[in-house]
């Protein structure tokens, strides 16, 4: 048997015309990847495609499990479900004859508007960090190429490949590195740069944070990619520490399958961008590729050979990661659709399900109500948003249909209003701004009528978001919110069913019995639903995100910081992003004081009833943590539930350093049945207690509070943690 050779072996063996095709895309001869870097016959490489993620597996005119859009994940707070999800995403891409999933997306959010939210995990980086880094170690575990994107602060779609973030780097470091570097840790073998830049430098350019950060800190040793058509000069990002170039392809190639010659195009019709979307695309004619330039770059010396050979052992180094350059039949196999899949797709979409409010036991259904199923998109599953992201899904079950096999009442179904088109960056790109009128009229009175015939009305309304734009307003599209005031008005009972990217307002929450927030649920939508509003699943979903009015978000009111003038954006709030924002008072941060969230990040209501007991802070015995939080939640209903248990860390204060008043710490989600008591525990590591100072990260002496409860706003338990005496 002849061993394999090693990634180090095999650059030496190739001529610098081989080592060029390894680091920039082409175009796949089966038109089926996303990205596709051809092999080296010769000496027994294999091609690497690469796919779109992250809510599933997007080969154009193929079908795979449309899951739950990854904020619904975040909502469910349970690490161990992200872990499986990671797997069932790396399977189905395996299934699909893929070998890198372009996922998880780990962008904190910082603004509500931003078109793919959806594709994001939470405003706190915690939780972002902690729930993407189980999605990476999933997806790996299947012999499939994590790749975390889009690296860093791409936190909006309005601008996203001229704009710089402007961030200090405090924030940085506290915010919007740790998702990335934890990514890391779980062995991502691929990172995505983003479009935008950081501190005036283009991200695929920023050598500070790429080859500094990424590489040197992180000991990050896999390829860093670029996003697609997002590099400029080609010599620059390989220097600055770029790996791999995407798509390498002029746009026309990519659409029709022809080898490119270098990029003499007009721009594959981005001249005349529609206006729409104009402010969210790449340019490709900006985009200096690889293919073209690099073999000239090193033999001109102007990109050391050294740092080509670096850039191909890395991508050989991730692929072998991933058994590609082993014998086929030693890999991990894969498939896409299997019922495992489907079955984990509901299982997300139900847990992710956050309860808002529930007035008077409003919810669970009775099995026998008979039930006014209403809103203008009942007969579709909500899939995602527009995009790369966008999947096809084999099967999908719509709300109406969820309904009608789980009620055993009445159940009626009413539109109310014209159907609520989604938007797609794609179908924007080809210039259909203009969706087809529903011929469907709107009909509220006849909504109105069936919620008064029936038990309970069930509302369901969404928004429409997708890449390449940001949602205009945080308000319902067209009349939604008419709708749902009036059926509530006639209704004995009003469920609303909101099926969103990300926050909206809810100006009817006082006037509506139960309030659930079901995200972009994918292709299990209506199953899922029903399973909750009758009550087979508790739902398990705390908020990710904090819902408030949109004059209340720290980038509102103040172009600078949101979308950004002359072409930068200010994080003047810093570290006071999300619930920190909203926490925190007008002498932390500049403009904060006032505004108060609707409903909190970490909020939530199961249908089961919970008691916090015995809670208690101490050394844990293993090293992988300084301490571990402990407590006793007693299910004290008699439904089976399940409880999200947060901690956060109250820091003490310190002169001159202005902290959050909270930060999330750690987190577990716990099924408890009825009348039980389950203990659980959290670990605390260092960065619990840490902030980031001038000279790194440290631990302030003093006193913290650990606050163990329900939500940001509901501590159930404090308990103090004396370091005074830390120096
Ligand atoms: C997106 C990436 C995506 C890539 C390939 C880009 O426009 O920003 O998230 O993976 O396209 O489709």
């Known amino acids: 048997m002849t061993e394999t050779p090693t990634p180090a072996d095999l650059v030496a063996d190739l001529t610098l015309t081989e080592k060029v095709r390894l680091v920039h895309g082409a175009v796949d001869p089966e038109g089926r990847a996303t990205g596709y870097v051809p092999g080296v016959e010769r000496l027994n490489i294999p091609p690497l495609r690469l796919v779109d993620g992250p809510l599933g597996v997007r080969v154009p005119g193929e079908s795979a499990t449309a899951f739950p859009a990854p904020v619904a994940l975040a909502a469910t707070f349970d690490s161990a479900l992200a872990r499986e999800h990671g797997a069932a995403l790396g399977r189905e891409t395996r299934g699909a004859g893929q070998d890198a999933l372009l996922a998880p997306g780990v962008n904190l959010i910082r603004v509500p508007h931003n078109g793919r939210n959806f594709e994001y995990l939470s405003e706190d980086p915690v939780l972002s960090a902690t729930m993407g880094a189980r999605v990476v170690a999933g997806i790996q575990s299947a012999d499939v190429i994590a790749t975390p994107k889009h690296y860093v602060a791409n936190s909006q779609e309005t601008h996203r490949a001229s704009v710089s973030a402007e961030i200090g780097e405090r924030a940085l470091r506290e915010c919007y590195l740790p998702s990335f570097r934890d990514a890391v840790e779980a062995g991502a073998g691929s990172v995505m740069t983003a479009y935008n830049g950081v501190d005036g430098v283009r991200m695929s350019d920023h050598r500070e944070l790429v080859t500094g950060v990424l590489k040197g800190k992180w000991g990050f040793d896999g390829f860093i990619v670029s996003d697609w058509y997002g590099t400029e000069a080609a010599a620059a990002a390989a220097n600055a520490g770029l790996d791999v170039e995407?798509?390498?392809?002029?746009?026309?190639?990519?659409?029709?399958?022809?080898?490119?010659?270098?990029?003499e195009s007009d721009g594959g019709g981005f001249d005349d961008l529609p206006e729409s979307i104009a402010r969210g695309m790449p340019d490709p004619r900006t985009c200096e590729g690889f293919a073209e330039t690099l073999a000239n770059a090193v033999r001109d010396g102007d990109v050391p050979e050294s740092r080509l050979n670096d850039m191909v052992v890395r991508v050989l180094r991730a692929m072998d990661g991933?058994?590609?350059?082993?014998?086929?039949?030693?890999?991990?196999?894969?498939?896409?659709?299997?019922?495992?899949?489907?079955?984990?797709?509901?299982?997300?979409?139900?847990r992710g399900t956050v309860l808002l409010k529930n007035d008077g036991g409003a919810l669970p259904l009775d099995d026998d109500a008979d039930v006014a199923v209403i809103g203008p998109n009942v007969d579709e599953a909500v899939l995602g948003g527009g995009g790369s992201s966008e999947t096809t899904p084999v099967v999908s079950t719509a709300p109406v249909e969820g309904f009608e096999s789980r009620a055993a009442g009445d159940v009626t179904v009413a539109h109310g209003l014209p159907r609520v088109e989604g938007v797609s960056m794609f179908d924007?790109?080809?210039?259909?701004?203009?969706?087809?009128?529903?011929?469907?009229?709107?009909?509220?009175?006849?909504?109105?009528?069936?919620?008064?015939?029936?038990?309970?009305?069930?509302?369901f309304v969404r928004d429409a978001a997708?890449?390449?734009?940001?949602?205009?307003?945080?308000?319902?599209?067209?009349?939604?919110?008419?709708?749902?005031?009036?059926?509530?008005?006639?209704?004995?009972?009003?469920?609303?069913?909101?099926?969103?990217?990300?926050?909206?307002?809810?100006?009817?929450?006082?006037?509506?019995?139960?309030?659930?927030?079901?995200?972009?649920?994918?292709?299990?939508?209506?199953?899922?639903?029903?399973?909750?509003?009758?009550?087979?699943?508790?739902?398990?979903?705390?908020?990710?995100?904090?819902?408030?009015?949109?004059?209340?978000?720290?980038?509102?009111?103040?172009?600078?910081?949101?979308?950004?003038?002359?072409?930068?954006?200010?994080?003047?709030?810093?570290?006071?992003?999300?619930?920190?924002?909203?926490?925190?008072?007008?002498?932390?941060?500049?403009?904060?004081?006032?505004?108060?969230?609707?409903?909190?990040?970490?909020?939530?209501?199961s249908y089961a009833t919970f008691e916090y007991r015995d809670a208690s802070v101490e050394a844990a015995p293993a090293a992988d943590a300084e301490r571990r939080a402990t407590v006793t939640v007693a299910n004290v209903s008699d439904r089976d539930g399940r409880e999200v248990v947060q901690a956060y860390v109250r820091p003490p204060a310190v002169d001159g350093v202005d902290r959050p008043v909270r930060e999330l710490a750690g987190f577990?989600?716990?099924?408890?049945?009825?009348?039980?008591?389950?203990?659980?525990?959290?670990?605390?590591?260092?960065?619990?207690?840490?902030?980031?100072?001038?000279?790194?990260?440290?631990?302030?002496?003093?006193?913290?509070a650990v606050e163990i409860g329900r939500s940001s706003r509901d501590a159930r338990v404090e308990r103090v943690v004396d370091r005074r005496d830390e120096a």
């Open 246 to 263: 995407m798509p390498g392809t002029s746009p026309e190639a990519l659409h029709d399958g022809t080898e490119d010659e270098g990029d």
């Open 322 to 350: 991933v058994g590609l350059l082993r014998d086929a039949d030693e890999r991990a196999d894969g498939a896409v659709d299997t019922p495992a899949h489907r079955e984990h797709a509901r299982e997300v979409a139900a």
């Open 428 to 459: 924007l790109l080809a210039g259909d701004e203009e969706t087809d009128e529903d011929a469907r009229g709107p009909d509220v009175d006849g909504a109105v009528d069936a919620a008064g015939d029936a038990d309970a009305a069930v509302v």
């Open 466 to 605: 997708t890449e390449a734009m940001d949602r205009e307003s945080l308000r319902l599209p067209g009349r939604q919110d008419e709708l749902v005031e009036r059926t509530a008005a006639a209704a004995a009972r009003t469920v609303v069913v909101v099926n969103t990217s990300a926050p909206v307002e809810l100006p009817w929450r006082d006037t509506v019995d139960a309030v659930l927030v079901n995200w972009y649920p994918g292709q299990a939508h209506g199953d899922a639903v029903a399973s909750v509003c009758y009550g087979d699943a508790d739902p398990g979903g705390r908020l990710p995100v904090t819902f408030a009015p949109e004059a209340a978000y720290p980038t509102a009111g103040d172009e600078r910081r949101y979308p950004g003038v002359d072409g930068a954006v200010r994080h003047d709030e810093g570290v006071f992003v999300g619930y920190r924002w909203f926490d925190a008072d007008d002498d932390r941060a500049a403009g904060a004081g006032d505004a108060e969230p609707t409903y909190p990040f970490g909020h939530g209501h």
């Open 668 to 704: 577990a989600s716990v099924a408890v049945p009825a009348g039980e008591v389950r203990t659980v525990e959290i670990a605390l590591d260092e960065r619990a207690f840490a902030r980031y100072g001038e000279s790194g990260w440290r631990v302030d002496p003093g006193e913290y």
